[in-house]
């Protein structure tokens, strides 16, 4: 069980890199565009 959790744990991490770091390219973005 604690495999199966340490995995979902992963990817749930890697998911909210991918969205953060989304966020501050579309946040840089329209900061530099003003």
Do not use: C, D, Q, R
Request: charged content about 10%; proline content about 0%; cysteine-free.
């Amino acid at each position: 069980m604690s495999f199966h959790v340490e995995g979902l744990v992963a990817i749930i991490l890697f998911y909210l890199l991918i969205f953060l770091v989304g966020i501050w390219a579309a946040w840089k973005t329209k900061n530099s565009g003003n």
